[in-house]
């Protein structure tokens, strides 16, 4: 069964960083690209980044370029998500989630079909 | 700056209901358009992608269609299921819309 469980929710202080992990199940993990959306209280989703496991390239949205490193772990089939010098809008679920497959080999679909249960992660002083 | 609009923001409906969820793109974009279902307190469901391609599991009231810089996501007789929060998101720059909730009228 495909599945994606995530590390659990996190109080950061400003300042400081956080890592949080996605472990994959059901043998996706050198199939597919993993992406980390976040999302704040009340708020939409924003991508952040992701990563084509496979090789280890990843992809940062500008807005969090220099501030959050993505990398994956093949010999656990995990991935994980680091956000350094945190500040309190930076509290949020985040989740991870698969790219989908598109309809040649080795194609994405270009969409998220499956996600992680999402982590809390709190900034409070 | 690449922008996705949705809309309405919300949306206030009755079961039976033919709901259409608007997402206009700031600039012409390939059919790389995807739409999710969010419930409170749960992570997104991927319901369309490819603009038009249902994801396996989604009932055949949701359809999705467009092209250039204006998509739809049509649900052809809302569900009490159906009450949720919705997203569209391009691939190529990967942004999502602001969602549209969904609400009983």
């Known amino acids: 069964q495909v599945q994606l469980v995530q590390s659990g929710a996190e109080v950061k202080k400003p300042g400081s960083s956080v890592k949080v992990s996605c472990k994959t199940s059901?043998?996706?993990?050198?199939?597919?690209?993993i992406n980390w959306v976040r999302q704040a209280p009340g708020q939409g989703l924003e991508w952040m980044g992701g990563?084509?496991?496979?090789?280890?390239?990843?992809n940062y949205a500008q807005k969090f370029q220099g501030r959050v490193t993505i990398t994956a772990d093949k010999s656990t089939s995990t991935a994980y998500m680091d956000l350094s010098s945190l500040r309190f809008e930076d509290t949020a679920v985040y989740y991870c989630a698969k790219e989908g497959a598109g309809p040649i080999v080795g194609s994405t679909s270009g969409a998220f079909d499956i996600w992680g249960q999402g982590t809390m992660v709190t900034v409070s002083s | 700056d690449f922008q996705m609009t949705q809309s309405p923001s919300t949306l206030s409906a009755s079961v039976g209901d033919r709901v259409i969820i608007t997402c206009r793109a700031s600039q012409s974009i390939s059919r790389w358009l995807a739409w999710y279902q969010q419930k409170p307190g749960k992570a997104p469901k991927l319901l369309i992608y490819k603009t038009s391609t249902l994801e396996n599991g989604v009932p055949s009231r949701f359809s999705g269609s467009g092209s250039g810089t204006e998509f739809t996501l049509t649900i052809s007789s809302l569900q009490p299921d159906d009450f949720a929060t919705y997203y569209c998101?391009?691939?190529?720059?990967?942004?999502f819309g602001g969602g549209t909730k969904v609400e009983i009228k």
């Open positions: 059901g043998g996706i993990f050198n199939s597919y690209a």
């Open positions: 990563i084509i496991t496979t090789v280890g390239r990843t």
């Open positions: 998101q391009n691939y190529h720059p990967l942004t």
